[in-house]
C-alpha cells in the first residue's frame, strides 16, 4: 500500500490526540494555564478600575443594605456584583482573582465534556480544554474584576449542564439564571439551548422550527420592543462601529428600542452607507486585532484567526449534532447584535463566543463516526 503525506498527517493527528487523552496532559495544560497567567499578570496586571470600580462599588453597596443600584443600573450584571459580596466584604482583590482562575479551570472542563459528548473522542475533549485555558483572549479577563471570564464561564457551565441532563435541574436553573444576569447579552446564551432543549416537548413536525422561530422571536423583541437608554443608543444611531469612535451619522432624538435607532442611522446615511456600516460592525465583532494594539499584542491574537476556518469545517461536518446548532445559533444572534448596535474598543464582546467557535473548530478536526454521539 502506497503511504501518502495524508496518510502520515491522519497517524500523527491521531498520535497526537492519543497523547492528549493520557491523564498527565491534564498537569501539562495546567501548568501552561498557570505560567500564561503569569505572563500576562506581568504584562498588565490586575485590571481593577474603570469598569470594574462600578462593580465594586455596587458590592459594597449591596454589604450596606443598598439594593437599589443592584435592582436597577446593575440589574443585567447583578450575578457578578453577587459574587463579588463576599469579596468586597473581606477587603481583598487576589481572592476574587483567585476564584475567577478555578472558575475558568471548571469551565475548561466542562467545555471538553461538551466536546467529548459530541464527538465520542476524548482527545478532541482535551483539545477543547486546553486551547480555552491556553488562550489569552479569554485568560486575560481571569486577572480583571469585569464581567466577561465569569460570564464566559458561566454559560459554558450552564450549557454543559443542561446537555448533560437534558431537563431543568435545580442546578441547570440556577447556572441559568446566573448566566442570564451576568451581562446583558446572557439571554442569547441562555435561550439557545433552553429552546433546543424543548423540542422533545413540542411535536415532531414543529421540533426543526423550534431554534430558529424562538431565537428569532426573541431577537425581534430585544429589537423591537425593550427600551434601551439614550445614551446606548448614541454610538447606534450615529453609525459608530466601536463605540465612542467616529461615526458618520447625525445627532438627534432616538427614540427608546434598536430598532429606533437604526431608522434614524438609515434615514440620515442611506441605504449603502447604512449596509457598509452594519457590515463593518459585523466583522469588527470577530477581528482580534487592532491598530491601537501592540505588535506583539496583535501578533499573539493573530495566531487565533487559525481557528475560523476550522471553525466553518466543523460547522459543515457536524451540523447534526445539537450542541453544534445551539453553538451556531448563539454565534448567530450576538453577530446580529453587534451588527446592528456596536462593537467594543478592546474586542471583549467576542470572549464568550470563543467557547463556540473553540467547541465548532476542534469538531472540524475529524470527521463524524458511528460512535459519535447524535442529535
Known sequence: MLITPLHLDIVRSYHALHLLALPRSHWVIFGLHL?????????????????????????????????HDLGGNYLKYAAYVLFLVPFVAVGKVWPVVVAQVLLGILASEALGRLTERTTANMGLGRLAMALFLLCPLIQQWALALYTEHFFTCMSVLFVERLDRHRHFTVTVITLGLITLF?????????????????RDRVPTALRPWLLPVGCGLLFAVAFFILPVKTAQLAPIATGQVIAGVDGTGSPGPFGTTLANAQLHLYADVGPWEWLRITGQRARSLFTLTRAYFSPL????????YLLYPLALLGLVRWHRRHLVAVACTTLCLNTLLIAFTHDEWSGRFLVPLLPCIILLAVCGVQKPTGQAKRA
Open 35 to 67: 505560567f500564561l497567567l503569569a505572563a500576562i499578570g506581568t504584562q498588565q496586571g490586575l485590571l481593577v478600575d474603570k469598569e470594574a470600580l462600578k462593580y465594586t462599588g455596587c458590592a459594597s453597596a449591596v454589604l450596606r443594605g443598598d439594593l
Open 182 to 198: 451576568a451581562r446583558p447579552v446572557g439571554m442569547f446564551f441562555v435561550a439557545p439551548a433552553t429552546f433546543w432543549i424543548f
Open 297 to 304: 499584542h496583535n501578533g499573539l491574537a493573530a495566531i487565533w
